[in-house]
């Protein structure tokens, strides 16, 4: 049997940073929580690596937009200045962009 450790996250992108190799797509998911007596959102920003065909799929995205992304997540450690980082790389194996956001202008000549 196969181990693996996966992710699914869905979100509105909040930005798209395109390199030479990889397309790093930062996505903001809102969980509810519940602060004294009233809910609030509470906006969790993640950060998700796109390499080889995945990244022409998200050059189509835009800011705003809904998106699901499903992928692997990876642990490293790296020296720095003496001491060990961490880090856990989400990499991105499926991609879909959901719904993009209402044009505002439509609502309001209603």
Known sequence: MQNIAQFEIIARVGSIDIKEKVTYLS?????????DDKWESDTH????????????????????????VTGRVRQNSYEKDGET???????AEVFGILAKPSDKSDDESE
């Open 85 to 91: 980082q961490y880090t856990v790389d989400l990499i």
């Open 27 to 35: 996505i903001a998911a809102n969980y509810n929580r519940r602060v």
């Open 45 to 68: 920003w993640n950060r998700v690596s796109f390499f080889g065909k995945l990244q022409d799929k998200v050059a189509k995205a835009a800011k705003g937009d809904l998106v699901r």
